[in-house]
């Protein structure tokens, strides 16, 4: 059974229901001690005001979501990209955020050239890291799962996104989603590689049927992932960090009350996390 | 350019708008020299009369749909599944089929033990394994795109069907569909690890946005997918067997007339594929 105490909600998760003051303080007054917060719903809130909440009700912040986007087609817009992700980065260091998430990108509009993207990807992160580094922000590339290749994120294995941590250094990590990597055959092993470059952990579930490729994640326990098995592989690297509960989920979840998705996400994590 | 005199069409390409009769002279009729059967159809029609309509017009079969389905909750249901695919490796046999489709099967109802539903694919198609090999039939292990790991096909890379096929020894091979496989960063060095084991190589296109995990493809040129760099890389190991073109498109292909679909299959194979 996986340990309240490290629970954290994605705000996503009540998108339609809460700004981010409301979330901080749904969250906090069910007893969930973590939040991971998005960047358009923080730029309504303010920054400081949301250092002032987080820092008032001692809450974590397991990521800040996110950076990344790195492909484009021209070098002005990839250019632009990185000034963006810079200000993503000054934004998780004024929280404290544990980590930044980093959502590669998908093709450039008009290309077809994958590799060219991941190439793309390595770059961007590349040039990102100094700035991260000297800020204390750590990144963590989150592969998707390969049917956002295209449109989202490059990046769709956790083997891809290791070799990317190779390559790159100090000051960069993984988020480990198991919506995104739950049917990956070499998951457990590429876990263990991952070792202590885990930065944050996700869980969901994967819904039969899923009818929509984006906004069909389901609650835990109503799908088919085997979510405590991946938490144990997990947690045999040592991660003690936050377990992010984290559904887009456009026809169900986001049309209920958020104290029903609350007290649901509560009490699957502890009955299927 | 690919050329003309591979080209097959997947009859569910037509599914709405054509019977196996109807596919046949049709597609003869627009001057494509193959054609993929699929079992339901072939029933409808009947054994004997698809028989004599294929060989009547000189059409090859690049495949026949398909074989498979192998995990299940009990010993029963697995031995029935068996001999539904041994009626279809002797249905392959009669019809001359250049290989028999094999889409392995997801989880079993209720389960959520991947690896579990992966060794039951391997022992079912090491317990088909001679009867195909008596009947002279190909098998090819068609590795589907990862988003169908839970209800459709647990084989979700090259590399994994490659590993069946190294397992297993003669007597099977795979499907390469660029659909399934195109965002895989290893799939360069897998296809060139398949060589001669390639039976069979399918096209369409992998659309932004999909609007259904099913019944959204595209048809070759609308989407992301480099098909020339994939069917180059097929190439390059030998392979000069049918080049198959097969598009399940319930909001858009499948609702047009079906000279319409066959004449823009042919165009889009000559410059697109």
Redesign the interface.
């Known amino acids: 059974m996986a340990d309240l105490a490290r629970m954290s909600i994605n705000q996503a998760t009540t998108r339609e229901q809460h700004s981010l003051a409301q979330a901080i303080t749904a969250y906090t007054q069910a007893g969930v001690p973590g939040i991971s917060i998005w960047r358009d719903k923080l730029a309504a809130c303010g920054l400081d005001e949301a250092v002032r909440m987080v820092n008032d009700h001692g809450l974590r912040i397991s990521g800040l979501c996110r950076a990344g986007q790195f492909p484009a087609a021209d070098a002005a817009t990839r250019q632009a990209n990185l000034d963006e992700n810079r200000a993503a980065i000054d934004e998780a260091a004024a929280l404290g955020a544990e980590c930044l998430i980093v959502v590669a990108g998908g093709?450039p509009d008009g290309?077809?050239?994958?590799p060219g993207a991941?190439q793309m990807i390595r770059d961007g992160l590349g040039s990102l890291l100094p700035h991260a580094r000297a800020a204390g922000v750590a990144m963590a590339i989150e592969p998707l799962?390969?049917?956002y290749?295209?449109?989202r994120c490059?990046i769709?294995?956790l083997s891809?996104a290791l070799d990317l941590c190779d390559d790159l250094g100090d000051g960069v990590g993984v988020a480990v989603d198991v919506y995104h990597l739950?049917?990956?055959?070499h998951l457990q092993a590429q876990i263990k590689r991952a070792g202590e470059r885990i930065l944050a952990f996700h869980v969901c579930d994967?819904l039969?049927?899923?009818?929509d490729?984006l906004l069909d994640r389901g609650m835990m326990g109503d799908?088919?992932?085997?979510i405590p098995q991946i938490r144990d592989w997990v947690e045999r690297t040592g991660y003690g960090g936050l377990i992010e509960v984290e559904i887009f989920s456009a026809e169900n979840w986001w049309k209920r009350p958020g104290d029903e998705v609350i007290r649901t996400c509560l009490e699957r994590f502890k009955s299927n996390v």
Do not use: E, F
């Not at 290309?111 to 994958?114: P, Q, T």
């Not at 799908?223 to 085997?226: E, L, M, P, R």
């Open positions: 093709l290309s077809k050239d994958l991941r799962h390969p049917m290749a295209g449109d490059a769709n294995t891809q739950w049917w990956d055959p994967w039969l049927p899923t009818t490729l799908g088919v992932i085997d």
